[in-house]
Structures are given as structure tokens and as C-alpha cells.
């Protein structure tokens, strides 16, 4: 081989190695490339954490009790029963007063306003609450009521239409404009009503009007134009003889878990499967709700089974099986339920009854107004893993009680009717106010401070 061949032969191989060496470099670079951080250009918008002015705080009380079909002439004409008994108070003084008109209620008293008035930057915190008891030939018994904030939204879960039971949904208006309201039935058949509640102005109609023929009803309460109060009235007659009242709010919606607290079971003769139960209802999808009843003082594991729901038909479950006794029942569910339990003492003359609905989470300050009338305690239910304090003290002063309830317990306290207190929980609990005697029963779910303001961010 001369040597110019032999040079050129070395230098392509040394191109040819050469080329494998950066192919091979590049393969690599390649590989390292898609593995490792990629430069990100990025501009985080401008934003700032600000608290929005507040309103002022406003409460709705429901006004008197409505008498249904005195006037056999008029079957459906309401008419004034009693006048409710008031319990108020504020955390800067009493809160201003102004009355709504009730048109469609013969001998109408006053229906309440509450407005606690913003003072610079702050919303005074007020609770207020009605309490009524009749003794009369077709309605007798003990019923409570806290004054409450209008919704958009709520649910009404509870009520009947059989023989012997008068109940009355009150949609009560305080906005200065109309508000449209749509009455959503669940229940073994749906049906749907449309009212117009005029402006300052307290309205209602019978349950049976819009649900009849359900057994178990619930009803979605919507409003268009300004929010509305929405309360279910209920009574019962039981072979001629007048056997209990009750005031029932509204729930403010839908959720996976709910907490009723303050749920009592009591000694019964004969057949009890209807005294003490338990009516669900997921609007939106087929569910498996879980259920666990625990003693109220007791560390105890409690009863637990489950219940499947069918999408947007209630479901009842008697709790008949409970000993005499004061419960929490905590109900979770993998979709959004409402739930409420119905509680009786007894049947006929000197009995009474009372829903109770599910006591929301407490997490700060709130104030609470017991009304006047039987003995009263105040059920504090901690469902979380962490034990809480809660400090009480009355709004007019006196010595602060630190309660402690345990990790998955609930305790009772008793507190003085027509007093109103203040709460303070260390972390997250479920609060009620239980009022009983022999033929009279009620039950008020604590609700969050009404006029807080979260703080919110802001992007410009």
C-alpha cells in the first residue's frame, strides 16, 4: 500500500470515528435533556390577601304560630295561635328592631327583624331566638326557634302530610325587593311550586299543597331576587287529641358529613319505631351513607350501620333501638346529603315532638341565645382526633366555665333559658341547645357567627 492510500484510509477513519463520537454525544445530551428541569419562564401575577368590608348583620325571626283550618268555612286560612317569646342580645348592645308585614295571617303579630349595625370595620356579632307554648284543642306542645339569616338555597328535611299532622312551610322576605321562590319536592313523586314573596313581607302555604301523597317529603328551597328564610311549622293530632309542635329550620345545604347533636331517645310503651327517626336524602347521585350513634358522656364506640340512598328519593331509618338517653349521630356518606331526625316523647295528650337538624362546624367566637322555657343544656360534640376546649360565659357576665370535650365525644352543660352566651371553641366543634320537660321538646343547632368576613385574595 503506498502512502498517500494509506494516509487517506487513516483519516477516514479518523472522520468516521469522529462522527460515531458525536452521534453518540448527541444521543446522550438528547436522553439528559428530556430527564432533566427545563428553564421555565414564568410571571406570577400580582395579587393581595385583603378583608372586605362587612355588612351590616341581620337576623330573621319566624313570628307567631299559625293556626291551620280554625275557620271550617275557610280550611285554608291561617290564623295567629300564640306569640312567640323573644330572647336577644349583641356582643356591642341590643340589636335594632323593624317588623314585616304577614298579610295572608288573620291577627298577625309582629314578625322580627334583627340588625346589628356595622361599627367602622367590624360587624357586632347578635343571636336572638323565639320561643313558643300553646294549650289548645288542636294544637298543644313547646316549639323554639333561633332568628336566622336568609339563603338562596335551602332544605327543608322533615314534615309529613298523613292524617292528623297540619304542617306549614313559612318563607319569610326581609330584602327591599321581591324575591321568586321555587319549592323543589323529593319524594316519592316530585313535584314543583313557584311563589312571589313580596318585599318585607312573610308568607306560606301547607305542606300538603305541594307535597302530597309523600310520606317522607324534602324540600329544596331556592330564591331569586333577594334570599329568603324558609321554616317548616309541624304539628300532630293523634286520635282527636293534640300531640306536639315543632319550628324547623332550614339546612343550608348538602354535604358528605353532617353532625346532629342533641338527638334524644325516650321511654316508650308499646310500638316505638316511629319515636325517634332518621330521614336522609342524596339529591345528586345514588349513595352509601355510614352511620354511627354515640351516647352524649360516653367515650364509647356507639352503634354503626350503613344506608344505601337512592338519588333524589328520601330514605327513612327508625333508631328505635337507642336506650333512654341524649346522642350524637354523625352521618358520612361518598355524596352530599341532607339529613334531619325526628324525636317524640310520646303519643297523644301531653306529648310532643321535635326535628333536629345537623349542627354545623364551630370554629371561632359565636354568641348563643336560649330562649325562655323548659330545662335547657347546651350538647357539644367534638368529631375530630384532637381534644377542645370550649370557654362559656354569659353575654351579661359572670365567671367563664372551660368545658373540655374529649377526641370522637360530645358533653352536655347546662345553661339558663332567656340568657344569652358567649362560645368560644379552641378548635373545631358541633354545638345544640336541648330544651325538654314532660310535653315539650326543642332542639336549636348553634350556627357560625352571622357578619365574620374571611380574608380573600385579589388579583388585579
Known amino acids: ?28 445530551g438528547v436522553v439528559a435533556a428530556i430527564h432533566a428541569p427545563w428553564p421555565v419562564i414564568r410571571h406570577d401575577p400580582a395579587q393581595v390577601e385583603v378583608t372586605s368590608i ?9 313570628g307567631d304560630l299559625r293556626a291551620l283550618g280554625r275557620d271550617s268555612s275557610a280550611p285554608l286560612d291561617m290564623r295567629s295561635a300564640a306569640a312567640p317569646r323573644l330572647t336577644e342580645a349583641g356582643s356591642s348592645g341590643a340589636p335594632s328592631t323593624r317588623t314585616l308585614e304577614a298579610p295572608d295571617l288573620v291577627d298577625a303579630g309582629e314578625v322580627r327583624v334583627l340588625t346589628g349595625a356595622v361599627q367602622g370595620r367590624t360587624a357586632p ?10 294549650a289548645e284543642d288542636d294544637l298543644t306542645g313547646f316549639a323554639a326557634l333561633a332568628c336566622g339569616e336568609p339563603r338562596l338555597e335551602s332544605w327543608l328535611v322533615g314534615g309529613n302530610v298523613g292524617t292528623g299532622t297540619e304542617d306549614i312551610v313559612i318563607l319569610t322576605n326581609a330584602g327591599q ?10 319524594g316519592t313523586s316530585r ?3 313557584t311563589v312571589v314573596v313580596p318585599a318585607e313581607t312573610q308568607s306560606a302555604l301547607p305542606l300538603a299543597s305541594i307535597a302530597a301523597g309523600n310520606e317522607t317529603p324534602v324540600v329544596r328551597v331556592e330564591a331569586v331576587g333577594a334570599p329568603v328564610r324558609a321554616v317548616l311549622q309541624s304539628s300532630l293530632v293523634q286520635v282527636l287529641d293534640p300531640a306536639g309542635i315543632d319550628l324547623q329550620d332550614a339546612v343550608a345545604g348538602a354535604q358528605r358529613n353532617v353532625v346532629l347533636t342533641g338527638v334524644q331517645a325516650f321511654p316508650v310503651e308499646g310500638d316505638e319505631a316511629d319515636m325517634t327517626v332518621l330521614r336522609l336524602l ?17 367515650g364509647g364506640a356507639g352503634t354503626e350501620f350503613a344506608v344505601p340512598l337512592t338519588a333524589e328519593t328520601p330514605a327513612e331509618v327508625s333508631l328505635s333501638g337507642l336506650a333512654p338517653g341524649t346522642y350524637t349521630v354523625e352521618v358520612e356518606a361518598d355524596s352530599a346529603v341532607v ?3 325526628r324525636q317524640q316523647d310520646g303519643s297523644g295528650l301531653d306529648s310532643d315532638f321535635a326535628w333536629v337538624t345537623p349542627a354545623p362546624e364551630i370554629d371561632s367566637e ?15 360534640a367534638n368529631t375530630s382526633d384532637d381534644e377542645a376546649t370550649v370557654a362559656l360565659e354569659r353575654v351579661d357576665g359572670g365567671e367563664t366555665e372551660e368545658i373540655v370535650v374529649p377526641a370522637g365525644e360530645s358533653v352536655s352543660v347546662d345553661v339558663d333559658s332567656q340568657t344569652t352566651y358567649r362560645l368560644r371553641p379552641s378548635s373545631t366543634v358541633h354545638a345544640a341547645v336541648t330544651m325538654t320537660e314532660s310535653g315539650g321538646l326543642a332542639v336549636l343547632p348553634v350556627q357560625p357567627g352571622a357578619g365574620a368576613e374571611q380574608a380573600i385574595t385579589v388579583y388585579p
Open 54 to 62: 362587612p355588612g351590616d348583620t341581620v337576623l330573621v325571626c319566624n
Open 177 to 186: 325587593v321581591p324575591t321568586t321562590v321555587t319549592l323543589s319536592v323529593y
Open 1 to 28: 500500500m503506498s502512502g498517500n492510500r494509506a494516509f487517506r484510509v487513516a483519516a477516514t477513519s479518523a472522520r468516521v470515528a469522529t462522527g460515531v463520537a458525536v452521534a453518540v454525544a448527541c444521543v446522550i
Open 282 to 298: 342524596s339529591p345528586e347521585s345514588d349513595a352509601q351513607a355510614s352511620i354511627v350513634v354515640r351516647p352524649i358522656g360516653s
Open 191 to 193: 313535584s314543583v311550586r
Open 339 to 341: 339529613a334531619a331526625v
Open 366 to 380: 359565636v354568641l348563643v341565645a336560649v330562649p325562655e322555657g323548659p330545662t335547657a343544656q347546651l350538647q357539644l
Open 125 to 134: 356579632m347578635i343571636a336572638a331566638a323565639e320561643s313558643v307554648a300553646v
